[in-house]
């Protein structure tokens, strides 16, 4: 994954996000045998609206 050096100082916390969604996309395309349809849904419910608002506001 490749990220700007920067993207910290413009968004702290912001490199972490990105690394869990990274993270999570490994687990649902290589270890799908370990989803939890659950915690799936939590993150698109919970999580998903909060990483496209930090996206948008990268983006502008």
């Not at 912001?14 to 490994?26: E, G, K, L, P, T």
């Not at 395309?29 to 999580?47: G, L, Q, S």
């Amino acid at each position: 994954m490749h990220l700007d050096p920067d993207l910290e100082s413009r968004a702290p916390g912001a490199w972490q996000q990105f690394r869990d969604a990274y993270d999570m996309r490994i687990v649902l395309t290589h270890e799908y045998f370990r989803v939890d349809a659950a915690v799936v849904w939590e993150t698109v419910k919970n999580d998903l609206p909060q990483l496209n608002a930090l996206v948008e506001s990268l983006l502008e």
